[in-house]
C-alpha cells in the first residue's frame, strides 16, 4: 500500500510559477517511478509528467519545456515545477506510482486566471 499527499498549488496570473510537492509513505520511494496526473472540471485524467527510477523524464507535449518533475528520495517527496504557466493548465493536479497505480491522494488545485 502506499499513500500520497499533493501540495503546494494555488491561484496564479498567466505566465507565474509554482512548484509542487508530493510527499509518498507506505514503500520504499527510491525503488519507485512516480508520475503526474491532471484533472479539469468535465474533462479525464491526463498524464502530464513522469520520472523513472533512473532519472530519466517525460511530459506531455503540452507542457514540455514550461514543467519539471524531479524528486528527492531523502524527504520521499516528488515535485513538480511549472513555469510559463497558462489558463489551460487549471486542473487539479495529483501524483500517482505506476507499482501502486490504484492509489491516489485529494490532489492539489491549481488556477492559472487573470
Known amino acids: 500500500q502506499v499513500q500520497l499527499v499533493e501540495s503546494g498549488g494555488g491561484v496564479v496570473q498567466p505566465g507565474g510559477s509554482l512548484t509542487l510537492s508530493c510527499a509518498v509513505s507506505?514503500?520504499?520511494?527510491?525503488?519507485?517511478?512516480m508520475d503526474w496526473y491532471r484533472q479539469a472540471p468535465g474533462k479525464q485524467r491526463e498524464l502530464v509528467a513522469g520520472i523513472r527510477s533512473g532519472g530519466n523524464t517525460n511530459y506531455a507535449d503540452s507542457v514540455r519545456g514550461r514543467f519539471t518533475v524531479s524528486r528527492d528520495n531523502a524527504k520521499n517527496t516528488v515535485y513538480l515545477q511549472m513555469n510559463s504557466l497558462k489558463p489551460e493548465d487549471t486542473a487539479v493536479y495529483y501524483c500517482?506510482?505506476?507499482?501502486?497505480?490504484?492509489?491516489w491522494g485529494q490532489g492539489t488545485q491549481v488556477t492559472v486566471s487573470s
Open positions: 500517482n506510482a505506476p507499482l501502486y497505480r490504484d492509489a
Open positions: 507506505g514503500t520504499i520511494f527510491r525503488i519507485n517511478a
